[in-house]
């Protein structure tokens, strides 16, 4: 199986059904460790990645060119200029970079392993977080090298793999003193929460395996 447009536009859509109905659960953890509004900037991003995905963006003027790189530009673009958090330039980042890395019509498992890893390093080197940092880092980037290590198997065992991995690096963030974003301010009281960011990674990856399910 390869990532084709269809499936491409159908993880979006996914990931916009996700965020819209998980939206109270995120801005009640962004709520606990932040400013409350985490929920709503991915409602409000995601909403507008569909009204362009319904207006046809990220195709060219003829509206046929829609591969799987230039949807996700075309996503990530509008996050960047829908979302005013930090998460919007950083997811934005992440689809953009992750976009340009895929300039065929389709791509396999391998080639969207590396648009991932060009996504997290868009994360990385906008925001500055590392593993550890109490981040959507945290979920990222065990979902990228689970997606790595299992490409071989195809889209859906590697995506599957991915979003279990990003489930898991999510949950794993409780425990730990955020070192960036709004929780940093809270010092060792941001321990004990879920990061709300990385929560939401869990679900744009359980998008994308559920876009890529056989
Ligand atoms: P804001 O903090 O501006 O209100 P959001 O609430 O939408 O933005 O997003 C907060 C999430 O963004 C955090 O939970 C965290 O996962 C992520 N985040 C914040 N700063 C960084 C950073 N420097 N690097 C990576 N992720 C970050
Ligand atoms: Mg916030
Ligand atoms: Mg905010």
Redesign the pocket.
Known sequence: MELDSARTEAWLRAAAAAVTAQEAELTAL?TAI??G??GS??RRGFTAVLAGLDAGEGGNTAGTDRSPGSLLAAAGRTLIST?G????P?YGSALRAAGRALPGATAGPGELAAALDEALGA?QA????RPG?K???DAWAPAAAAFAETAGQGLAAASGAAAAAAEQGARATVPLVAR????SYLGPRSAGHL????ASTALLFTALAEACRE
Do not use: E, I
């Open positions: 962004d932040g400013d509004d985490h900037n991915l979302v958090g930090a998460s919007g950083l994360v906008l925001g500055g977080a940092d981040t959507m880092v960036k974003g709004r929780a990061d709300p960011g990385a």
